[in-house]
T-cell receptor, first 110, second 115 residues
Framework: GQNIDQPTEMTATEGAIVQINCTYQ??????LFWYQQHAGEAPTFLSY????GLEEKGRFSSFLSRSKGYSYLLLKELQMKDSASYLC???????????FGAGTRLFVKA | DAGVIQSPRHEVTEMGQEVTLRCKPI?????LFWYRQTMMRGLELLIY????????DSGMPEDRFSAKMPNASFSTLKIQPSEPRDSAVYFC?????????????FGEGSWLTVV
């Protein structure tokens, strides 16, 4: 089975850096996704990590440690539009079935 | 490219009525997923299809829920009879499953309210 744990809410200031953590347990690791979901909208893909280390994509970076069952999403130069929920997700061993964590609601304040 | 298309976007229905939600996946994708999202339970996977075949329906809450995928470009999720606790956002999503981590693309959702 799979289990995903994320903080429920975080608050950060515009222009700052925030790190959103995700810990997981899975019987067969097949990569880890991060999705962003604005209120009233569908989740959209942010990143996919299958190897250990940091992957940078503009203001967003995602880190993975498979041995620790740990990932984080790093958001730099925060903007008001970054206020959203951030969902950590795991595909199963075959890669066909993806389970989502409860998500972390990020509030960016001026 | 057209994304995943869902209809209706919003539906308000009375308890006991049948509800049918429709989905057109992204052309060329071979996996289709139905998720339900509520504040209490988050995003739950109800059922997924691979090459039009239902692979795992363990997330379907009750026999009142059923899903079909008659062809590669169309799927339905039906609730009969509907109950107020079925009120949620229902997302259809699709991906090109290749046996490794596959990015899922979501439709805009069907917002269901059962009164």
């Amino acid at each position: 089975g799979q289990n995903i744990d994320q903080p429920t809410e975080m608050t950060a200031t515009e222009g700052a850096i925030v790190q959103i953590n995700c810990t997981y347990q899975t019987s067969g690791f097949n990569g880890l996704f991060w999705y962003q979901q604005h209120a009233g909208e569908a989740p959209t893909f942010l990143s996919y990590n299958v190897l250990d280390g940091l992957e940078e994509k503009g203001r967003f970076s995602s880190f993975l440690s498979r041995s620790k069952g740990y990932s984080y999403l790093l958001l730099k130069e925060l903007q008001m539009k970054d206020s959203a929920s951030y969902l950590c997700a795991l595909p199963n061993t075959g890669g066909f079935k993806t389970i989502f964590g409860a998500g972390t609601r990020l509030f960016v304040k001026a | 490219d057209a994304g995943v298309i869902q209809s209706p976007r919003h539906e308000v229905t009375e308890m006991g009525q049948e509800v049918t939600l429709r989905c057109k996946p992204i052309s060329g994708h071979n996996s289709l997923f139905w998720y339900r999202q509520t504040m209490m339970r988050g995003l739950e996977l109800l059922i997924y299809f691979n090459n039009n075949v239902p692979i795992d329906d363990s997330g379907m809450p009750e026999d009142r829920f059923s899903a079909k995928m008659p062809n590669a470009s169309f799927s339905t999720l039906k609730i009969q009879p509907s109950e107020p606790r079925d009120s949620a956002v229902y997302f259809c999503a699709s991906s090109l499953a290749r046996g490794e981590g596959n990015t899922i693309y979501f439709g805009e959702g069907s917002w269901l309210t059962v009164v």
